[in-house]
């Protein structure tokens, strides 16, 4: 029986997944986590062979809460899901140590084999992603500007165009203000932008926040 922790805070959509894997007489749905603090507590606490994240959540955004999965259960396979797109998220997801990424969207279909395709060993990426990747692969356009951020100056871009100050970027960070205005420096730097207004308008253009 594979053991499962679900990690999302709406209900609904905690619900909806449990009534996905009920349909398999293979797993379980052992707990259920509301945000990024009682994940880890939920861990430290519960045996589970897959743990379902998802990317935003209250407080830590699930980049965040996957730095500290990999630190504290690295062998633990963690599904991201997500609705943004795949080719803005899932990449950076598998670069840090997710064993997969799924679009809520696509949920109901590919789910149950995605859970099996971790739980295995394997990585699950839909056919679609696979498709993009073996693209990139071959593809000689360059990357857009956004990849060549690091993970946490990504956390920040994310987190400034959804419109908080750098006090509270700083406090859900975990980090310093000054430090969340290098990365802020950076980012206008390595997307060559001036401004905020700027950082928005690249935002919303690439799909990068609700």
């Known amino acids: 029986m594979i053991k499962i922790i679900i990690a999302d805070d709406h209900p609904v959509v905690r619900e909806g997944l449990k009534q996905i894997i009920s349909q398999s007489k293979e797993m379980i749905v052992v707990d259920e986590a509301f945000d990024g603090?009682?994940?880890?507590?939920?861990?430290?606490?519960?045996?589970?062979?897959?743990?379902?994240?998802?990317?935003?959540m209250?407080?830590?955004d699930g980049f965040d809460v996957l730095k500290d999965i990999q630190r504290l259960r690295p062998e633990l396979p963690v599904l991201m899901l997500s609705v943004h797109p795949e080719?803005?998220?899932?990449?950076?997801?598998l670069r840090m140590?997710?064993?997969?990424?799924?679009?809520?969207?696509?949920?109901?279909?590919?789910?149950?084999?995605?859970?099996?395709?971790?739980?295995?060993g394997g990585k699950y990426v839909?056919?679609?992603?696979a498709e993009k990747l073996v693209i990139g692969l071959t593809s000689k356009e360059p990357e857009a500007p956004h990849e060549k951020l690091s993970d946490r100056e990504f956390q920040t871009l994310r987190l400034i165009v959804s419109g908080k100050d750098v006090e509270e970027i700083a406090e859900e960070m975990f980090i310093s203000v000054k430090t969340v205005r290098t990365y802020r420096d950076?980012?206008?730097?390595?997307?060559?932008?001036?401004n905020n207004v700027e950082l928005t308008h690249y935002a919303i253009k690439h799909k990068l926040f609700d």
Do not use: H, W
């Not at 507590?41 to 519960?46: A, H, R, S, Y």
């Not at 997710?98 to 295995?120: F, M, Q, R, T």
């Open 97 to 120: 140590g997710a064993a997969g990424y799924l679009n809520k969207v696509a949920a109901p279909k590919e789910l149950v084999n995605a859970i099996k395709k971790i739980y295995s």
């Open 126 to 129: 839909s056919s679609s992603l």
């Open 37 to 56: 603090s009682e994940v880890l507590e939920k861990l430290d606490k519960i045996e589970c062979d897959v743990l379902m994240l998802d990317f935003e």
């Open 186 to 194: 950076r980012i206008l730097e390595k997307l060559n932008m001036k």
């Open 87 to 93: 080719d803005q998220i899932a990449l950076r997801a």
């Open 58 to 60: 209250p407080g830590r």
